[in-house]
């Protein structure tokens, strides 16, 4: 694998003009139709008429995918947000009969099975698995789903705060829970507390449309609930529900320590009695929040440097992102809330979204979408769009290795040697505390979706038991119990992504044996991971977990075995 950056070639277009863009259905149809059609009398015919599919494909997407970032980046403009609604409503579900017929077309094809295994395996896999699942009735109903789930980045994207008469948005607020100042972390987190309330129904309302039409989905295809429903359509052919179980349990039992030697030890550093929600992010009095950067451009300027010494392919990456403004960082009111990296089919090139506000905790996302966008690179050469379309398990192990695997170069961001081991240490906490949360944010899902009808009471009792059940107890949240009894309304997944979450939880694991490897070795560390990711999805997940050089494992022994790794580090950097 080269070290040295290479630019991305677009591919040249060879099935669609080159000035073809989308604008409506009417101008798309004719290439879903003539592909339809087409006769396959040999393999070489088949092979052409993928590629032909892959372009359609990676143009089509592209062009969805400009529409979401638009609309992201100002959920205020009406015309973007006419844009997107135009595409899932008038484009996306006329094109999925057509996907339904093109998957059967190849399925039945006699020369498919002529295709290299070695390659399309997932592939296929996945195509008869999305046959399967069709359903006409069901399209409407995801294209409704689709734009009621981004209702939620309109509704959190109009909230705001005062403090000292400037208006925050909540992601840039968050800034205020590092300061020293307890009274003032107190006084800004019962504001957000406040302001997330005065949403709460609104929130709640949206939701149940959302389960209702994710109901009828499930039945339409045959299953009793959207959970067995939504796991065959996430394809998750390598790990089953029982497997979801069994890894938070194991987190239960092996992680929530860990957490909890974290908590006090920042008590134990606060000097504080009791252990308040605005705490958890706190440094003592005296010591000034870490101020890594303090604008998007400096973020990314010094993500570049970071990543070249880790590799000087990373920092071309970011680089020519740059260079094609494919970076959107800086927190502002009206954008939506959160952060991602888009892959672009097309051009290779990916874009990065985020509400930076010049914490440590927008470092740690820059260094995870970096992660992301390293992966859109070093999957771009791949044939087919299909084998970059590869499963979040690969996709989260990419970025959140990158930010284990960057910890030690972040004397970038911090001149200081304690402030750099102050940010190391909140990376740690955050790889640990986010386990539970996983396992608290999954476990919740499975009960909400194989108890449809369930009410808001049901719903809100069993939020606090499954809480509860993956909570330290620590800390006390006496006052704000109706806030903590809402807050699973602050977890974009829930509306938008559903289900999508457990995939943080393995590929976290994933990241820390990849770090545990990259202590050893660094070179190969490196080589290995670039190595997985250029395979984008030709391989299985425990194929590429293996490329990689670690395991695609979550049970609670090899849990214990990660945890017994880290539990040196913590001490190593203070924790006890």
């Known amino acids: 694998m080269t070290n040295e950056f290479v630019q991305l070639q677009q591919k040249e277009r060879k099935f669609l003009p080159a000035d073809f863009s989308v604008t409506d259905w009417d101008n798309l149809q004719p290439y879903f139709e003539e592909l339809k059609n087409r006769p396959l009398d040999n393999k070489d015919q088949l092979v052409k008429w993928l590629e032909d599919v892959s372009e359609l494909e990676a143009v089509v997407s592209e062009d969805a995918c400009w529409r979401q970032i638009k609309m992201t980046c100002d959920t205020t403009d009406k015309d973007r947000e006419a844009a997107f609604t135009f595409f899932c409503m008038e484009i996306e579900p006329k094109m999925k009969p057509y996907g339904f017929e093109l998957n059967k077309k190849l399925l039945a094809c006699p020369f498919t099975s002529e295709l290299d295994k070695n390659l399309f395996f997932p592939y296929l896999r996945s195509v008869d698995n999305a046959a399967k699942l069709y359903r006409d009735e069901n399209v409407q109903l995801q294209a409704e789903a689709n734009i009621l789930a981004q209702q939620y ?57 959302l389960l209702v039409i994710r109901q009828k989905i499930a039945l339409n295809a045959g299953f009793e609930n959207y959970r067995d429903y939504k796991f065959r359509e996430l394809g998750r052919f390598d790990y089953s529900v029982a497997d979801c179980f069994a890894f938070q349990e194991a987190v239960r039992e092996h992680i929530l320590p860990l957490q909890a030697m974290l908590i006090k ?117 791949l044939t087919l769009s299909a084998f970059k379309e590869y499963p979040m398990e690969i996709a989260e ?101 559903p289900f999508y979450y457990i995939e943080y939880g393995i590929a976290q694991l994933g990241a820390i044996a990849m770090w545990r490897q990259y202590r050893l070795n660094k070179d190969q560390a490196i080589g290995n991971y670039m190595n997985a990711l250029s395979l984008g999805y030709t391989k299985t997940l425990r194929e590429l977990y293996a490329t990689a050089g670690i395991k695609f494992d979550f049970s609670a022994g090899y849990i214990k075995e990660l945890a017994d790794f880290v539990t040196p580090v913590l001490k190593d950097m203070g924790v006890s």
């Open 265 to 381: 030890n920042r008590q134990k550093r606060l000097g504080a009695d009791t252990m308040r929600p605005w705490d958890s992010d706190a440094e003592p009095a005296g010591t000034e929040p870490l101020h890594p950067f303090t604008d998007g451009k400096e973020l990314n300027d010094k993500a570049i440097e970071v990543f070249n010494r880790l590799r000087p392919y990373f920092s071309g990456c970011l680089q020519t992102m740059q260079q094609m403004n494919r970076l959107d960082l800086d927190s502002r009111k009206g954008k939506a809330p959160g952060g991602y990296n888009c892959p672009l089919a097309e051009t290779g090139v990916p874009f990065i979204f985020m509400n930076a506000a010049g914490t440590m905790g927008d470092v740690i996302t820059m260094m995870h979408e970096g992660g992301h966008a390293i992966h859109s690179f070093l999957s771009h050469h």
């Open 397 to 497: 192990l990419a970025s959140m290795s990158m930010e284990l695997f960057s910890m030690e170069h972040w004397d970038v961001f911090f001149k200081d040697n304690a402030e750099l081991k102050r940010a190391q240490l909140e990376e740690m906490e955050r790889v640990i505390s986010v386990l539970p949360w996983i396992a608290t944010i999954d476990k919740y899902q499975h009960w909400i979706y194989t108890n449809p009808g369930h009410t808001l009471e049901q719903r809100e009792k069993q939020w606090l038991v499954i809480l509860d059940e993956f909570s330290t107890g620590i800390t006390d949240w006496s006052g704000f119990e109706e806030y903590r009894t809402n807050f699973w309304q602050k977890q974009l997944h829930l509306f938008e992504v």
């Open 153 to 209: 980045g309109v509704i959190s994207g109009s909230m705001s705060i005062e403090v000292d008469g400037k208006e925050y948005t909540m992601q840039q607020a968050v800034k205020f829970l590092h300061s020293p100042d307890r009274s003032l972390r107190e006084s800004v987190f019962t504001k957000m507390a406040t302001r997330r309330m005065e949403d709460k129904n609104k929130l709640n309302e949206l939701f149940d449309k």
